[in-house]
């Protein structure tokens, strides 16, 4: 049966946004966070508590025993786990939780902003605390919707107010993410958008199928000056620096992570797709992830008033 448990936006959430280094000692020392945070019901299967760093960590847990890890700051998922306890995600050994630089690694955002552009590489959704703005268990599946608004902070980059929703549903074998932007302002505006996933792997042993055919924009040498092609592989292995676009791609591909398993990429209206290994970039770990991006690069114009939803789901065979 279906359990809703609808709260209001956490005013706090807000308040905590951007989260400079000021706001970020207040907000650890006196506890009023946590304190509110903890205060709310949740529905089943949820529970916040305090994560790396002293960050506020939603876990999402399946009564069929899959797991997932959400850090508010930066809406940033950064464990999926499945019944057998691995975790299918990576997050990178120099991230940091400082709720200043963005986590690297799991799944963070690229909003406004894919890059190379204007603002900070793959925009400030990444760097920012998302509050929580309602959870719910459907049929024992916990849900979790996560709220970014603008604020100073993303208004010095990006001039526009705007609202973004992240709904996250862990089922027994798939994590799903619903993410739909909305220009709450009077002005029109355009966006670029990604998930940038971080999957555990083995690089070596790592493929992925399903992208023949597609035109591609190749980020290597030149990020910002991508060179055009159409990919003619149906397993791209990934022997050395991948850095690749690839435009309007399938609603599904296809990852062997290497390690034992093939996960499932499913998208609706997330219409391109990016790899990304850093190679001899990040020599300590470069052979241990794999970055498989859905991703809008073309850029999605919005009126006042418009959203814009895309849907992503990894799944486990
Ligand atoms: O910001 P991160 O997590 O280090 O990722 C950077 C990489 O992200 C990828 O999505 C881009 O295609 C690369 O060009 C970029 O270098």
């Known amino acids: 049966m279906a359990t809703s448990v609808a709260m209001a936006s956490l005013p706090l959430g807000r308040a905590l946004t951007p989260w400079s280094a000021d706001r970020r000692l207040r907000f650890r020392s006196s506890g009023i ?115 970014l608004r603008d604020d100073p902070y993303s208004r010095s980059m990006w001039d526009f107010s705007f609202q973004t929703l992240y709904k996250v549903k862990l089922h027994s074998n798939s994590l799903s993410t619903v993410l739909t932007v909305t220009n709450t302002d009077k002005k029109p505006f355009s966006f670029t958008t990604a998930l940038h996933t971080y999957f555990r792997a083995s690089i070596a042993g790592v493929s992925v199928k399903g992208l023949k055919g597609c035109k ?67 020599e300590s770990c470069f052979k241990d992830f794999v970055c498989v991006e859905n991703a809008k690069i073309g850029q999605v114009h919005l009126e006042p008033a418009q959203s814009w939803t895309a849907e992503q789901k990894i799944a486990i065979s």
């Open 33 to 147: 966070a946590f304190a509110s945070l903890e205060q709310k019901t949740y529905a089943q299967g949820i529970k916040i508590s305090e994560g790396n760093g002293g960050l506020p960590k939603v876990s999402l847990l399946s009564p069929h025993g899959s797991e997932a890890e959400i850090y508010l700051f930066g809406g940033c998922i950064t464990s999926w786990k499945v019944s057998n306890g691995k975790d299918l995600l990576f997050v990178r050994p120099d991230a940091v939780f400082n709720g200043k630089k963005p986590i690297s690694g799991g799944i963070p955002h690229c909003f406004p902003q894919f890059g190379p552009g204007p603002i900070q590489q793959h925009g400030f959704a990444r760097n920012m605390s998302w509050s929580i703005a309602d959870s719910d268990n459907v049929e024992g599946d916990p849900i979790i919707t996560l709220e």
């Open 216 to 282: 591609t924009l190749n980020k290597d040498p030149d990020p910002s000056n991508p060179l055009e092609g159409k990919e003619g592989r149906e397993v791209i292995t990934f022997p050395g620096f991948v850095d690749c676009i690839y435009l309007d791609a399938p609603k599904e591909i296809f990852l062997d992570n290497g390690i034992g398993d093939v996960i499932n990429i499913q998208n609706s209206n997330w219409s391109d797709a990016v790899l990304w290994n850093p190679y001899m970039q990040m």
